[in-house]
């Protein structure tokens, strides 16, 4: 059984660039988060998607987007890259929205420049 | 809103010693309540989960959890260490009215042979 997987697993940009990061959800999950964990910190919450739609979101700017795909995987965008995104980009998956156990990836590292 | 302290940043004890990692939460509602470990370089894993059932909760490798209602804490323990304890542990509440994961700041365990 996958858990869950997440591409690629290192990113280098430069300011102001865009950038994409992809999530696969563990099979049977409906429901994708993504978390943002900066170095020597613990994760912060960005958006969590469910039937395509975003249903929470965390207190991140409007540059940060994303999308869920009907075969529930999901992409993270972040637009206009600052030097303080640089961080670990965290997937998680569960059962629903309400299914409070979350199953996280290995994660993203994005390196700003 | 919701929060989590974790009262020690670091934590160092000896090979088959007890272990403690310390937790306080806040929530406004009834919490559901996670430890989740961290080793270098991999996700994000749980030990274990509090969702308003026993309040001593039991998880994998040894760990356990004990959700004190009027201290508003939920400390992680564990009767004997392992090298393979080393990493770093996350405290992790939830509730219906706040989006996301809340997670603490991470305590770091060191184990001496």
């Known amino acids: 059984d996958a858990g869950v997987t997440q591409s690629p697993t290192h990113l280098i940009k430069t300011r102001g660039q865009q950038v994409t990061l992809r999530c696969s959800p563990k099979?049977?999950?409906?429901?994708v988060s993504w978390y943002q964990q900066a170095l020597g910190q613990g994760p912060q919450f960005i958006f969590q998607?469910?039937?395509?739609?975003?249903?929470q979101r965390g207190n991140f700017p409007d540059r940060f987007s994303g999308h869920q795909f009907p075969n529930y995987s999901s992409e993270l965008n972040v637009n206009a890259l600052l030097l303080g995104d640089s961080a670990l980009y965290l997937c998680?998956?569960?059962?629903?929205?309400?299914?409070?156990?979350?199953?996280f990836g290995p994660g993203t590292r994005l390196t700003v420049t | 809103a919701q929060s989590v302290t974790q009262l020690d940043s670091h934590v160092s004890v000896s090979e088959g010693t007890p272990v403690l990692l310390r937790c306080n939460y806040s929530?406004?509602?009834?919490?559901?309540l996670f430890w989740y470990v961290q080793h270098p370089n991999k996700g994000l894993q749980l030990l274990l989960k509090y969702t308003s059932a026993a309040t001593l909760v039991k998880g994998i490798n040894g760990f356990e959890a004990e959700f004190k209602k009027s201290e508003t804490s939920f400390h992680l323990t564990k009767p004997s260490a392992h090298m393979s304890d080393a990493a770093e542990y996350f405290c992790?509440?939830?509730?219906?009215?706040?989006?996301?994961?809340?997670f603490g700041k991470g305590t770091h365990l060191i184990i001496q042979p």
């Open positions: 992790v509440v939830s509730d219906f009215e706040s989006p996301g994961l809340t």
């Open positions: 099979s049977g999950h409906d429901t």
């Open positions: 998680a998956s569960s059962y629903s929205p309400a299914g409070y156990e979350q199953y």
């Open positions: 998607y469910y039937e395509e739609e975003e249903r």
């Open positions: 929530s406004s509602y009834s919490p559901s």
